[in-house]
């Protein structure tokens, strides 16, 4: 059973930023909040991952309430490689990933 | 870098065969993973292995079963195939007891069973 709701899919134009919001109402103390982004007929890869507050790395960033029951992964000026589904994950120390369904990001010239 | 390889991009078999896919990793991780994945349906667990000899029951093990009798590589078997397991079965890896640090994919085995 996913932990996550996110949103089914996504469009946007090239250039533009994209926000990607995810619920995790039920987020344990000990839960890290994760996003994959996976391109077709490839396994998934990781993006980003933080606790609370926001994390920015080369690819993207991730925002995070301090009720931390939602986040958001932020990608910058996306391109049409950026095409691809998101998934969003929290997970704890003693429980394997659960993947929900992810969302499908087009990027349109 | 790490690399977790599968034996087959594709593989086409029938109905009642014994399948076995392969997945190996180089990093020396402790976790590995089985998923597959559908459309519409997203990745579902299969079986995960934190150690050798030792296997854990995921989200949908029914019609398959799993071993790990070495570190590096871990094998997902189809006892007898059926035409509802056609799918994409992907395999992972990660370095620590669960999944808290990042886990590695293969590239997927696409598999159809006639």
């Known amino acids: 059973l996913a932990k996550t709701t996110q949103p089914i899919s996504m469009d946007s134009y090239e250039g533009q930023e994209v926000n990607i919001t995810c619920s995790h109402n039920?987020?344990?103390?000990?839960?890290?909040i994760t996003w994959y982004q996976q391109f077709p007929s490839q396994g998934p890869r990781f993006i980003i991952q933080?606790?609370?507050t926001k994390v920015t790395n080369e690819v993207a960033s991730l925002f995070i309430p301090a009720d931390r029951k939602s986040s958001t992964l932020s990608l910058p000026r996306v391109s049409l490689s950026d095409t691809a589904v998101y998934y969003c994950?929290?997970?704890?120390?003693?429980?394997?990933?659960?993947f929900g369904k992810g969302t499908r990001l087009s990027v349109i010239a | 870098d790490v690399k977790v390889t599968q034996s087959s991009r594709y593989l086409v078999k029938r109905t009642g065969e014994k399948v076995f896919l392969e997945c190996v990793q180089d990093?020396?991780?402790?976790?590995m993973f089985w998923y597959r994945q559908d459309p519409g349906l997203g990745l579902r667990l299969i079986y995960f292995?934190?150690?050798?000899?030792?296997?854990e029951k995921g989200d949908i093990p029914e019609g398959y079963s799993v071993s790990r009798e070495k570190k590096e590589r871990f094998s997902l078997i189809l006892e007898s195939a059926s035409t509802n397991q056609t799918s994409m079965y992907l395999c992972?890896?990660?370095?620590?007891?669960?999944?808290?640090?990042?886990?590695?994919f293969g590239p997927g085995t696409r598999l159809t069973v006639t």
């Open positions: 992972a890896s990660s370095s620590t007891p669960t999944g808290l640090y990042e886990q590695y």
């Open positions: 039920n987020i344990a103390t000990n839960d890290y």
């Open positions: 933080g606790y609370k």
């Open positions: 994950l929290v997970e704890g120390g003693n429980t394997p990933l659960v």
């Open positions: 990093m020396d991780h402790e976790n």
């Open positions: 292995s934190y150690d050798v000899k030792m296997k």
